[in-house]
Nanobody, 118 residues
Framework: QVQLVESGGGLVQPGGSLRLSCAVS????????VGWFRQAPGKEREGVSC????????YYADSVKGRFTISRDNAKSTVYLRMSSLKPEDTAVYYC???????????WGQGTQVTVSP
């Protein structure tokens, strides 16, 4: 059974930092592209960042460039999202995703709430 379990969300003041973690089990993480998505109330889910399993390239949404950093530890089967200089508009439920290009396998976590408020 494949499981992705996010943690590290919470309430933080504007300008603050958080590190989200996604513990992955049931698959060999090194064979999967990984990413973080978010969904704010009343809005569609959007991609925040992703990391390729093939060449290590990363993608960041324009809204988070320079503030967020995605990383992975394949040995620990964990994906991270370091978020700094947080803004109220970063408030959302953040979801972890693992995707395999060859099999089109696509797995999601249950999400973790991030709230940025004074």
């Amino acid at each position: 059974q494949v499981q992705l379990v996010e943690s590290g969300g919470g309430l933080v003041q504007p300008g603050g930092s958080l590190r989200l973690s996604c513990a992955v089990s049931g698959i060999t993480l090194e064979y999967y592209a990984v990413g973080w998505f978010r969904q704010a109330p009343g809005k569609e889910r959007e991609g925040v960042s992703c990391h390729s399993s093939l060449d290590g390239t990363t993608y960041y949404a324009d809204s988070v460039k320079g503030r967020f950093t995605i990383s992975r530890d394949n040995a620990k089967s964990t994906v991270y999202l370091r978020m700094s200089s947080l803004k109220p508009e970063d408030t959302a439920v953040y979801y972890c995703n693992a995707f395999a290009m060859d099999t089109r396998s696509d797995y999601w976590g249950q999400g973790t709430q991030v709230t940025v408020s004074p």
